[in-house]
């Protein structure tokens, strides 16, 4: 039945998460600046650890962190599965519903990462018996692995749950402590005891936030075993972490075609790697969005069964993405060629790529709603050959920009294609199928508006400046045109997208 009002004229059902936009933008803020902080920590740390160790150590810290990685994909995605399905049954108000498929997800992580773990031990005793200088300490490293693993799976079950609860405050905590803790404690034992050091301070954080997870535990899990629901959750989970997984490979191609078709490749990847930073600096900053609206998805799913009311919501994070992303990519486009050419000028082949790498990561970010759509409604595998897709697309076109002599400029303009390739297979795949014609073409021009007259104007004033010096002056100006562009779109969004009633409830 369509609802009236007094007038007798159709009202609009209201667009926004179960727990309204004001607790979002909340979370929101929360998490952007604890983020911006961790990161900020983190630099320091990988400063610290680069004076303290020689490269050859970091060598092998980096073998350990990526071990490491690799644990995550040994409970087949069933944590996954749980924490979808509980954000479906807070929607419905039911959240014991989800209990059960919890405790089966802690008992496969515990029992695949120990499996994992004794892999890693074994393999590090069979190399400390082994001749080579680096014997003891890549076994030591093994083994160190092998501790960690357990531990960091148990501590990432639980940080998920807590994100599905939506519980910010608790994991923007434990991020701070982590963070803080990895520059103290690890840091002090690098300079103490070296590599080893590292290790056993690294085990100490991992600890201490175990027990910090465990004090504020999103829900008391148990040992329980249910082949058959099991299963169900690996068909759930699985297929989300088979698209993540290549969807890393998607945003790694272009490194690993540089490695693999460039003769100075390692001068070659680094100077792209000037592209890569600013480009993953763009994506963590719109991760932040997705990070809190990912559980609202599958929360405002369980509540109304409706796909198209979760495609409205997901439409609507995207405006936001694109009014967020606008003005952190004309920003960049306009300061960071000049200044990284200061800073860095032996990088300087890199920063021509680097303009072409922003407006895909732009595309990416704003392509993040519409992939959670698909989790948070089961459609998970369509997201799957979407990215299976794109991974074609990009080695191709990759390929085709190397054969051709274009460089380090090819590879980035080939990848930005095929980010954009992938915006619009999944938005395709998704929020497009659900949404009526007017919502969709309201959807692209609020997009469009955000985006299109901010880099718009900032492309013109993009400029590589010799790196001896930086008209500072100039680039103030440059900026203030961007954000003054950006205020006057955002404002119109604003308006026209009714935020301020959004933002009082």
Not at 151 to 170: D, K
Request: positive net charge.
């Amino acid at each position: 039945m369509e609802l009236v009002n007094p007038r007798g004229t159709p009202l609009r059902r209201a667009v926004g998460p179960v727990t309204g936009w004001r607790r979002a933008t909340a979370d929101w803020l929360l998490v952007g600046g604890t983020t911006i902080f961790c990161h900020a920590i983190s630099a320091v740390t990988s400063l610290v650890l680069r004076v303290l160790l020689d490269p050859a150590q970091m060598g092998v810290w980096q073998a350990v962190k990526l071990l490491l990685s690799y644990g995550n994909y040994t409970n087949l995605g069933i944590s996954k599965g749980a924490v979808r399905e509980l954000t479906i049954a807070r929607g419905r108000g039911d959240e014991a519903a989800a209990r059960h498929g919890l405790n089966l997800a802690f008992t496969v992580n515990t029992l695949t990462s120990a499996a994992y773990a004794g892999v890693l031990v074994f393999v590090g005793i069979r190399v400390a018996l082994g001749q080579g200088s680096f014997a003891g300490t890549w076994s030591l490293g093994l083994i160190a692995a092998g501790l960690l693993a357990v531990v960091s799976r148990y501590v990432t079950f639980h940080v998920t749950i807590l994100r599905g609860q939506q519980s910010f405050g608790v994991t923007s905590r434990l991020a701070v402590i982590e963070a803080v803790a990895t520059l103290g404690l690890a840091g002090l034992a690098t300079w103490r005891f070296g590599l080893p050091g590292l290790y056993l301070g690294t085990l100490g954080v991992m600890l201490a936030a175990a027990v910090y997870v465990r004090r504020h535990r999103g829900a008391t899990l148990r040992w329980a075993w249910n082949g058959k629901k099991i299963r169900r959750l690996v068909a759930i989970g699985g297929p989300i972490l088979l698209a993540t997984t290549l969807f890393t490979l998607f945003r790694s191609l272009d490194k690993l075609m540089i490695l693999a078709w460039l003769s100075d490749r390692e001068y070659q990847l680094g100077c792209y790697s000037l592209g890569l930073m600013v480009a993953a600096q763009l994506y963590g900053l719109g991760s932040i969005t997705s990070l809190v609206m990912s559980p609202r998805l599958g929360e405002k799913f369980g509540a109304s069964a409706d796909r198209a009311d979760v495609a409205r919501l997901a439409a609507r994070t995207g405006e936001l993405q694109a009014v967020a992303m606008a003005l952190a990519g004309g920003l960049s486009l306009v300061l960071a060629g000049p200044v990284l050419g200061w800073l860095l000028p032996r990088y300087r082949p890199g920063l021509v790529p680097m303009i072409w790498l922003i407006p895909g990561a732009i595309l990416l970010t704003i392509a993040a709603p519409a992939s959670q759509y698909l989790i948070a409604i089961n459609r998970q595998r369509r997201a799957v050959a979407v990215v299976a897709a794109v991974v074609v697309v990009a080695a191709v076109a990759n390929r085709l920009a190397l054969a051709a002599g274009w460089g380090l400029t090819g590879v980035a303009a080939a990848t930005t294609a095929s980010y954009a390739c992938y915006f619009v297979l999944v938005v395709g795949v998704s929020l497009w199928i659900e949404l009526s014609p007017g919502e969709r073409w309201r959807w692209l021009g609020t997009i469009g508006l955000a985006l299109v007259p901010t880099l718009a104007v900032a492309l013109p004033l993009v400029q590589i400046e010799p790196s001896a010096s930086v008209n500072w002056l100039a680039l103030a100006a440059r900026a203030a045109v961007v954000v003054g562009v950006w205020s006057i779109c955002a404002a119109i969004t604003w308006r026209l997208g009714g935020w301020r009633e959004h933002l009082a409830r």
